[in-house]
């Protein structure tokens, strides 16, 4: 191993979401943090020596992205995923969620419909509902502990008024990495009701051995036309902090109504280090990435093992990617509210609630395996002691 991914790194007082503000958001301080979804390793050195070098140049006044840029995403979207993806298409921003509201601005109206897939990444649903727009749920089907999407339930929820689909591929936060077949089958019935896909792709890179990502563009024929990728580097390498992202719009005249979005927005410059920083990971980051994601899967692995010995009860749905773990408490027989002060105030860990994703969420958390595997097992251990001393026999 070319990193020390157990080297922890002290992320206090670095304006971190996830390590400084637990006392406004949790009403607790010492606790372990594996709630929002970014990493707490050092990302890759070149990534760090490129921000130096830039740092060092000293004059920071607007910037934009160049060719080198878009070659390293063209590059890296054919080399990890064989998505063919032309220099027009991407519309750089500086990240998913507010393009997600674009999108949703782009292409539909007050009172239209848009459809998603719970239990899922919750901003989807504040991206619809905040524009005013309507929610259409299109539940996935929990069997025998794997994820499916329910093809016959999203038939009978379309209608005229919908005109969207949030796809999260691969599936944040039950860790599903999605088939050729199950998308082709999800892209045909959108075809055929002229349902634009958006689809979400910012874990696609974060997928373990034995699965394979298929780029949404790449599950059927015609599928690029009618559909809107997100992507970015931010998850990949731990960069969310920078504001980089790339939209890929292969379909000109969306892209033109998307661009147009952004203008009416006044969408500004992006982030200067965020495209020194895409360049760099993209093109030199990955022994890093290679790496990083076998620590994440055998942070699973040990998650895995060490549930099935304290506490079998407590289930973890077997990932296939993402560094988040879809974890099921309801052997504790706690409310959501019951389950969220347990965790917080006795174990002194904070997940995130999984009934944020969605009803069928209920009972479930979403764990943060992004960080070294000392701290992984301190809060386990946490849990299984609050476990004991509350007297709990599972
Ligand atoms: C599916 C999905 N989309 C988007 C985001 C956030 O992306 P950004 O930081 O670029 O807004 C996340 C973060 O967890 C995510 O899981």
Redesign the pocket.
Known sequence: MEYDFDKVEDRHNTNSVKWDFNKSKFGEENIIPMW???MDFKVPEIVIEAIKKRADHGVFGYTAPKESYYNSVINWMDKHHNFKVEKQWICP????????YWIVQSYTEKGDKVIIQPP??H??KGAIEDNQRIVVENPLKLVDGRYYMDFDDLEKKIDSKVKLLFL?SP???VGRVWTKEELKRLGEICLKNNIIVVA?E??SDLVFQGYKHVAFPNAGEGFANNTII?T?P??TFNI?GL???NIIIPNKSLREEFLHTLKINAMGDLNTFGMVALEAAYNEGESWYSEVLKYIQDNFNFLNNYLKEHLPKIKVIKAEA?Y?AWVDFTALGMTDEELRDFLLKNAKVAFNDGYIFGKTGQGFQRVNLACSRSILKEALVRITNAISNAGKNI
Do not use: E, G, M, S
């Open positions: 929002i979804a970014d921003a500086p990240a998913v969620v507010p393009a997600l899922v990444y901003r989807f999260c599936h944040n936060p979400d910012i874990h997100c970015a931010t998850k969310a504001q980089v992202c993402t988040l």
